[in-house]
Nanobody, 118 residues
Framework: QVQLVESGGGLVQPGGSLRLSCAATGNIFSIKVMGWYRQAPGKQREFVAAVTRDGSTDYAAFVMGRFTISKEPANNWVYLQMNSLKPEDTAVYYC????????????WGQGTQVTVSS
């Protein structure tokens, strides 16, 4: 299994930037996909961005052009650079990994709060 710890959240003004980080430990060699999700108060958790082992990326439409996901080659860190932040980006952001091993469940971090407000 993989253990995940997010960091980098905080309070930022509209139009500002934040960089989220997620540290992965444990069986990182089994990681197939690393991604970010978010959950705003009263809403369901939603997909934000993901990066595969070979570096292919995918983004939700609402962050296209504003957020960039990246990772270390060793799959031990994944980042989310968030620019041009909007109040509607306010949420708890979670890191998630998927394994190449079918017997492994997905791994989730505890989340980091991002608040966009003036």
């Amino acid at each position: 299994q993989v253990q995940l710890v997010e960091s980098g959240g905080g309070l930022v003004q509209p139009g500002g930037s934040l960089r989220l980080s997620c540290a992965a430990t444990g069986n990182i060699f089994s990681i197939k996909v690393m991604g970010w999700y978010r959950q705003a108060p009263g809403k369901q958790r939603e997909f934000v961005a993901a990066v595969t082992r070979d570096g292919s990326t995918d983004y939700a439409a609402f962050v296209m052009g504003r957020f960039t996901i990246s990772k270390e080659p060793a799959n031990n860190w994944v980042y989310l650079q968030m620019n041009s932040l909007k109040p509607e980006d306010t949420a708890v952001y979670y890191c998630k990994t998927e394994s190449v091993l079918p017997e492994d469940d997905d791994s989730w971090g505890q989340g980091t709060q991002v608040t966009v407000s003036s």
